[in-house]
């Protein structure tokens, strides 16, 4: 089973809300996604895998001077039209985000300011 159909079939999709229920003790999302954690979805110890084989190499790479034995958070969001409107420009607080996408590229359409020229 692919990611993107893990996740549906799982369908715990968070909230969007600044605090979210699933953290434990006091915490709060500055910018609040729709997501799943990937170790909800049984997929840690491949996230784990994946950080060790390949981004943690990045870390040491970019970030010299940070810890790279630490993984925050992993997880998978969901982005629809319409879905979390006004969903300010911001930056992660991690020190290397790793992206991809689990749709087809075709469904997606860039706005005229974020378009590559």
């Known amino acids: 089973m692919d990611i993107l159909r893990l996740a549906y079939s799982r369908n715990n ?9 699933r953290k434990k003790g006091p915490g709060s999302e500055s910018v ?19 950080y060790e084989d390949v981004l943690k190499k990045q870390l040491k790479i970019s970030f010299p001077h940070s810890n790279p034995d630490v993984v925050v958070a992993s997880q998978i969001a969901r982005f629809r039209p319409g879905e979390m409107p006004g969903l300010p420009s911001h930056h992660d607080a991690s020190s290397v985000t790793f ?7 075709y469904q997606y359409q860039l706005r005229d300011e974020h378009k590559i020229k």
Do not use: R
Request: glycine share 6%; net charge negative.
């Open 13 to 21: 999709w968070s909230p969007a809300l600044k605090q979210d229920p």
């Open 32 to 50: 609040p996604t729709v997501d799943q954690w990937t170790s909800d979805l049984g997929l840690g110890e491949m996230m784990d895998a994946l």
């Open 99 to 105: 992206h991809v996408y689990l749709s087809p590229s």
